[in-house]
């Protein structure tokens, strides 16, 4: 409890190793082939890099939706992995998701923005 009588109550700070799920902004339908569709997907780094993923609907959709008729652009998360915390930023990467040398693609991004998986 604090001073003045409420209390505070405290998210789990994510560690190295931790899957969690990263804000992101769904931009696009893409097309519906393969199933069950593919739409577009903008994130930034910390340092204020562009990123613009394409995937499955699948790996985005937190519940919201994500139909070829929705509106975008509109909140969606990417699952990660995060690979290393150096002070207030994590360094995450997509293991489902790769670049097209296979690759997973990585990010630096605040480790406040992260929501832990389950």
Not at 31 to 59: A, F, M, N
Request: hydrophobic residues 40%; negative net charge; contains cysteine.
């Amino acid at each position: 409890m604090v001073p003045n009588g409420n209390v505070i109550l405290m998210q789990p700070v994510p560690a190295k190793g931790d899957d969690c799920h990263l804000p992101a902004t769904a931009v696009c339908w893409l097309t519906d082939e393969p199933q069950p569709g593919l739409i577009l997907v903008e994130l930034t780094d910390v340092r204020g890099r562009p990123y613009q993923l394409v995937g499955k609907v699948s790996y985005f959709d937190d519940g919201s939706d994500l139909t070829p008729d929705a509106t975008y652009p509109r909140p969606v998360v990417v699952a990660c992995t995060i690979d290393d915390v150096h002070h207030d930023i994590a360094t995450v990467s997509t293991g489902w998701l790769s670049d097209r040398h296979g690759e997973p693609f990585v990010f630096d991004v605040p480790l406040t923005v992260l929501k832990p998986i389950g």
